[in-house]
Nanobody, 127 residues
Framework: VIQLAESGGGSVQAGGSLRLSCTAA??????????LAWFRQAPGEEREGVAY???????TYTDSVKGRLSVSKDRANTSWYLQMDSLLPEDTAKYYC???????????????????WGQGTQVTVSS
């Protein structure tokens, strides 16, 4: 069981940068593999997966953020980060970190159902 908490959100002008952090209170996964992820949701819109970091090293981004946002993690897998550069107004949303663990899988991180979530941190980008 892990508990997650996000930080680093705020308000920034278009073209600016933010760095979001996700910290796990406990990092003991029952499964041999895991996915660490960032999602976002704007009011009235569906939640969208932004970036995924798999235990096999595979990193996946949604097309709209490629080249601008990047995900990283610490060696102990207790924290992961979303570096956001060249931010656009359409990036405005509440951002959530999430994680899932499993023993075996044939699907990639974007297709998993995530087990634990943070409460979210707001990112607002003005024109």
């Amino acid at each position: 069981v892990i508990q997650l908490a996000e930080s680093g959100g705020g308000s920034v002008q278009a073209g600016g940068s933010l760095r979001l952090s996700c910290t796990a209170a406990a990092s003991k996964f029952t499964g041999r593999r895991y996915c660490l992820a960032w999602f976002r949701q704007a009011p009235g819109e569906e939640r969208e997966g932004v970036a995924y970091y798999g235990s096999d090293g595979t990193i996946t981004y949604t097309d709209s953020v490629k080249g601008r946002l990047s995900v990283s993690k610490d060696r102990a897998n207790t924290s992961w980060y979303l570096q956001m550069d060249s931010l656009l107004p359409e990036d405005t949303a509440k951002y959530y970190c999430a994680a899932v663990s499993f023993d075996h899988a044939t699907i990639g991180c974007p297709f998993h159902s995530y087990q634990v979530w943070g409460q979210g941190t707001q990112v607002t980008v003005s024109s």
